[in-house]
């Protein structure tokens, strides 16, 4: 099929100059680029060489890892958690909602912040907080349940200014293809993390004897980011993006001619942002998917491994846990499961999603919608088989996760695109907001109350210990399904929304801006 570039591309571009055909491999639908935001970021590092980047990149990812190994420390160890501090279902769920909902107030905080101020310094404080907090939470004692609470709701403080502002490094940083295929490397380290979460929780709590000390890992790795982000990571201040469109950045990128104004913010309030974001209506609904995406993720990674250990249970498999540490494999081999078809989900979703734009402009939201059609399917047929055979229950629950995972980067790459680029770091602090609000912070809890309920009506017994779980958890794919129709209502508005943005910052970059060619020069790795 012939791969064109759309009508109102190349009408824009030649109004502006600018040749209408792409180079080829660069041709695309409308794309952010990273233009001045890029050259600034760039001019604040010295004239960022291109093993720099990829080094801020690999440091980026590096926190990542340490980021979501933190967040599923907790599940890893759920087991043993109820028993030290003697919680039910309803109480341990509440220890992620409490976690995620101060993670999600806090990003609309931290992006006004990343817009406008030094995101060098704002990934420094954050993980400094939530290193020195999960720490401090490993002493303390069985009689403090609610000290532990909180402790929880301060590291998603810190993580928050992490997850809001890291992916503005690598939009900064790379052009459309590349930075799909950066953000995927990216993302790879969200279930990568995870998963290793839950590996390193069970497993050091075997070898020790008790899960403090799972929580005493991390923050040694914590600290050694820290010093990779004072060393390696430039200063920079995320200013307004002026150039946007769908060439080259080598080819089109603008600087601004205003050169005294090195330390100038976006020229927007941040209320005047969230009004030109509450219009994008391919932002709304794809939110609103990834709210589902983030209600499914946030109840598998936090009882998955809790109602695999009473399917087992009811199997005979394994025998009660009676005292700490509980002795369940469920957490490694759910980790296991999480870090190969999340590393293979984000890769293929990344690649599929690259194929598929050469043919059709829709490509990220049909994917995502897909994926988490086919995601819901799975996830119900591997809860209802889980009390006849646990095995096709592992590999269902796997293809599951796979399909969830296709999103991840194709879905930060699809919010790229059509919001611009001096308010990036606001939407994706809203999407956080929005996705978590109404998506994984309540969704454990919800779980977890759901399944008390059911078994309070009914006889005390491993049957509906596991039965519980299992008929909260066909909450998820009604949640899933409706996750393929938000994305699905995207495509609806997608292209129509990105001419707008492009179109919107061509008009800008025409006023005192000028060619790469007359400003930037070869500040830019070309690809």
């Known amino acids: 099929m012939e791969n064109s570039v759309p009508e109102w591309l190349s009408e824009t571009s030649e109004k502006k100059g600018v040749k209408a055909e792409l180079p080829h491999g660069r041709r695309n639908y409308g794309t952010t680029e990273p233009s001045e935001r890029a050259a600034q970021f760039s001019q604040a590092s010295g004239n960022i060489s291109a093993k720099r980047t990829y080094l801020v990149v690999g440091v980026l990812c590096f926190i990542n890892l ?9 599940p890893g160890v759920l087991l043993d958690i109820q028993k030290y501090f003697g919680i039910h279902d309803s109480k341990a769920g509440l220890l992620q909602t409490v976690f995620l909902i101060c993670y999600m107030l806090f990003a609309p905080v931290f992006g006004y912040l990343g817009d406008r101020y030094n995101r060098k310094k704002i990934l420094g404080v954050g993980i400094f907080l939530w290193s020195g907090v999960t720490l401090g939470s490993s002493f303390i004692p069985e009689s403090y349940s609610w000290l532990f609470f909180l402790s929880r709701a301060l590291v998603g403080i810190g993580t928050s200014s992490y997850s809001t502002v890291a992916p503005t490094f690598i939009g900064d940083l790379f052009e459309e293809g590349k930075r799909t295929t950066m953000l995927s ?7 990568v993390g995870s998963g290793f979460g839950y590996i390193l929780a069970s497993s050091v709590t075997q070898a020790a004897g008790h899960w403090h000390w799972a929580f005493r890992i991390t923050p040694c790795m914590g600290g050694l980011a820290l ?26 990128t603008q600087v601004a001619a205003k050169e005294h104004e090195p ?16 219009k994008n209506r391919s932002f709304i609904w794809s939110t609103l998917g990834f709210t589902a995406v983030a209600f499914v993720t946030g109840v598998l990674g936090f009882w998955m491994p809790v109602f695999l250990y009473r399917a087992e249970l009811l199997h005979g498999i394994v025998s009660p846990c009676l005292e700490e540490p509980c002795r369940s494999s469920n957490s ?58 646990i095995i096709a229950t592992y590999v269902l629950i796997a293809l599951a996760e796979f399909f969830l995972s296709l999103n991840w980067a194709v879905g930060t790459d699809m919010l790229l695109c059509i919001v611009e680029p001096n308010c990036q770091s606001t939407g994706i ?41 299992q008929y909260s958890f066909i909450t998820c794919s009604f949640v899933g399904v409706f996750g393929g129709g938000f994305f699905l209502l995207t495509t609806l508005y997608f292209d129509e929304d990105r001419k707008e943005v492009f179109q919107r910052c061509r008009g800008i970059e025409n006023k005192g801006y000028v060619s790469n060619e007359e400003g930037l020069g070869d500040k830019f790795p070309k690809e």
């Open 263 to 278: 330390h100038s913010t976006a020229h927007t309030t941040w209320c005047k942002d969230v009004k030109s974001l509450g």
């Open 66 to 74: 340490i980021n979501f190994m933190d967040w599923y420390l907790v």
């Open 227 to 252: 010093v990779f982000v004072i060393l390696l990571i430039p200063n920079t201040t995320q200013r307004t993006a002026k150039g946007f469109g769908g060439q080259s950045i080598t080819d089109t």
């Open 332 to 389: 490694l081999i759910f980790g296991a499961i999480t870090v190969g078809t999340g590393i293979f989900g984000v890769v293929t979703g990344a690649e599929v999603a690259k194929r598929w734009r050469k043919i059709n402009s829709k490509a990220d939201p049909l994917l995502c919608s897909i994926s988490m059609f086919i995601s819901a399917l799975f996830l119900y047929v591997a809860i209802m088989v889980a009390q006849e055979n």
């Open 429 to 469: 602090a809203l999407q956080i907001l929005v996705s978590h609000l109404l998506g994984d912070s309540g969704s454990p809890y919800l779980i977890g109350i759901i399944s008390d309920t059911i078994q309070n009506n009914h006889v005390d017994s491993y049957l509906w210990q596991f039965r519980s779980l």
């Open 185 to 191: 490397v990216f993302y790879i380290f969200i279930p």
